[in-house]
């Protein structure tokens, strides 16, 4: 039996708010991989260019880890062995809990972290040579916060790698409308205003001048307005589901509604059909606009 499984069969009979808890975190593992090529790439193109110590003990912190897989598969292979630790942190619990259930290296240790938070904790600050965030910095609503917060968790010439999506958000986009919706806006009122990160004219400017306000040296950064991915229909649905972080705030009686109107308009914001169950095999392509951001703690030692 897989150690995931172990982890599910020690849930008490009938739990079913941890068994949801779990397969939302199972489901992200097995389909939210559609980005491991580009990650891989950018990560390895960065490493190389960091020229890090082969002395000494490095740590390190990803934030947004989601099911965990992306470190074990992107990013562990691609470190030098004198890592001392990896901390995996994200903003949901249910995700922090099954990547601690798969892991299987000592260096990998797991917190919930909200990044965005207005306070962090203060045992990480200045603590991390690296800190490496993959799609996660588009659902930060208050980006000069993380990046406030990402400066503090930083040491001295502490690097970052931050990669996400700029332009468009599509789950935020879904509650916008769905904020416009009588029966849903007492949970989404935070989302009816909501502007998509760097979705200025010039987030070229835009992006210089946020490092600049945080004490951050720009290294490299690349703005990718076109970039695409291809997956299956049914893992596209499987991942926005998996991320949703609102139905569980939705009464148990209304879930189902809820859910078919998510899937709605989900189709609606990225105009591709999900609620055809015949097509679920289809191959799609999602337009994900990335930026890519490597930058170091403008404090040295």
Same mark, same amino acid.
């Given at each position: 039996?897989?150690?995931?499984?172990?982890?599910?069969?020690?849930?008490?009979?009938?739990?079913?708010?941890?068994?949801?808890?779990?397969? +939302?975190?199972?489901?992200?593992?097995?389909?939210?991989?559609?980005?491991?090529? +580009?990650?891989?790439?950018?990560?390895?193109?960065?490493?190389?260019?960091?020229?890090?110590?082969?002395?000494?003990?490095?740590?390190?912190?990803d934030i947004g880890s989601g099911s965990g897989r992306l470190i074990h598969e992107c990013l562990i292979p691609l470190l030098p062995k004198n890592i001392k630790e990896i901390v995996a942190t994200d903003l949901d619990q249910s995700m922090v809990?099954?990547?601690?259930?798969?892991?299987?290296?000592? +260096?990998?240790?797991?917190?919930?972290?909200?990044?965005?938070?207005?306070?962090?904790?203060?045992?990480?600050?200045?603590?991390?040579?690296?800190?490496?965030?993959?799609?996660?910095?588009?659902?930060?609503? /208050?980006?000069?916060?993380?990046?406030?917060?990402?400066? !503090?968790?930083?040491?001295?010439?502490?690097?970052?790698?931050?990669?996400?999506?700029?332009?468009?958000?599509?789950?935020?986009?879904?509650?916008?409308?769905?904020?416009?919706?009588? +029966?849903?806006?007492?949970?989404?009122?935070?989302?009816?205003?909501?502007?998509?990160?760097?979705?200025?004219?010039?987030? /070229?400017?835009?992006?210089?001048?946020?490092? !600049?306000?945080?004490?951050?040296?720009?290294?490299?950064?690349?703005?990718?307005?076109?970039?695409?991915?291809?997956?299956?229909?049914?893992?596209?649905?499987?991942?926005?589901?998996?991320?949703?972080?609102?139905?569980?705030?939705?009464?148990?009686?209304?879930?189902?509604?809820?859910?078919? /109107?998510?899937?709605?308009?989900?189709?609606?914001v990225t105009n591709i059909d999900f609620s055809d169950e015949k097509t679920m095999d289809e191959s799609i392509i999602l337009s994900i606009p990335t930026v890519c951001v490597h930058a170091k703690n403008s404090e040295s030692r």
């Amino acid at each position: 039996m897989t150690k995931w499984c172990l982890w599910a069969s020690s849930f008490p009979e009938g739990t079913l708010e941890w068994i949801t808890m779990f397969n +939302k975190g199972l489901k992200y593992y097995k389909s939210g991989r559609f980005h491991f090529d +580009k990650i891989r790439y950018e990560y390895k193109r960065v490493i190389d260019s960091m020229n890090l110590p082969k002395n000494g003990e490095l740590r390190v912190i990803d934030i947004g880890s989601g099911s965990g897989r992306l470190i074990h598969e992107c990013l562990i292979p691609l470190l030098p062995k004198n890592i001392k630790e990896i901390v995996a942190t994200d903003l949901d619990q249910s995700m922090v809990e099954f990547a601690r259930s798969v892991n299987e290296n000592p +260096k990998v240790k797991f917190g919930v972290l909200d990044i965005g938070a207005e306070n962090i904790p203060e045992h990480f600050y200045n603590r991390f040579d690296i800190l490496f965030s993959s799609y996660c910095f588009q659902y930060v609503q /208050d980006i000069r916060r993380g990046f406030s917060n990402c400066k !503090k968790l930083l040491a001295p010439n502490g690097q970052f790698l931050m990669i996400f999506q700029f332009k468009t958000n599509y789950l935020f986009s879904i509650y916008k409308k769905m904020s416009s919706i009588d +029966k849903w806006n007492k949970y989404m009122k935070e989302y009816a205003n909501f502007t998509p990160h760097f979705s200025s004219k010039d987030p /070229d400017s835009e992006l210089k001048r946020l490092s !600049k306000d945080y004490g951050l040296t720009l290294l490299d950064h690349k703005f990718e307005p076109e970039y695409q991915y291809y997956f299956p229909k049914w893992a596209c649905l499987d991942i926005f589901q998996s991320i949703d972080f609102k139905l569980a705030t939705i009464p148990k009686d209304q879930q189902e509604d809820y859910i078919q /109107d998510f899937v709605t308009i989900l189709s609606e914001v990225t105009n591709i059909d999900f609620s055809d169950e015949k097509t679920m095999d289809e191959s799609i392509i999602l337009s994900i606009p990335t930026v890519c951001v490597h930058a170091k703690n403008s404090e040295s030692r």
